[in-house]
């Protein structure tokens, strides 16, 4: 059984912190795999927020959360992180993981990557 599961949102005032985590089962967590952050507000598409190679030692990030947020993963876990810092209003949003479709598979543009399996997604919401 293939499966990802996302914890650490919540509700946070605006300049605040919160740190999301990606755990996955079985073999849907191996080394080889890249995986990516999303987020998606109700009636808008589904947007990119951050990824992270296979091997660790490149990471993506969309301009919105540039230097706000970051990705890391920890292989012996199985679990792939979202450092989220001085959140605004705008990062409102339900946050899902994802994992590349190719093993070792490396892009320098993180369209490129396939994400196809995929977290039920957690809330996280901004708010004073």
């Known amino acids: 059984q293939v499966q990802l599961v996302e914890s650490g949102g919540g509700l946070v005032q605006p300049g605040g912190s919160l740190k999301l985590s990606c755990t996955a089962s079985g073999r849907t967590f191996s080394r080889a795999y890249a995986f990516g952050w999303f987020r998606q507000i109700p009636g808008k598409e589904r947007e990119f927020v951050a990824a992270i190679a296979w091997s660790g030692a490149v990471t993506y990030y969309a301009d919105s959360v540039k230097g706000r947020f970051t990705i890391s993963r920890d292989d012996a876990q199985k679990t792939v992180y979202l450092h989220m810092n001085v959140l605004k209003p705008d990062d409102t949003a339900v946050y899902s993981c994802?994992?590349?479709?190719?093993?070792?598979?490396?892009?320098?543009?993180?369209?490129?990557?396939?994400?196809?399996?995929w977290g039920q997604g957690t809330q996280v919401t901004v708010s004073s």
């Open positions: 994802a994992r590349e479709d190719r093993p070792q598979y490396f892009s320098s543009n993180y369209n490129n990557y396939r994400f196809d399996i």
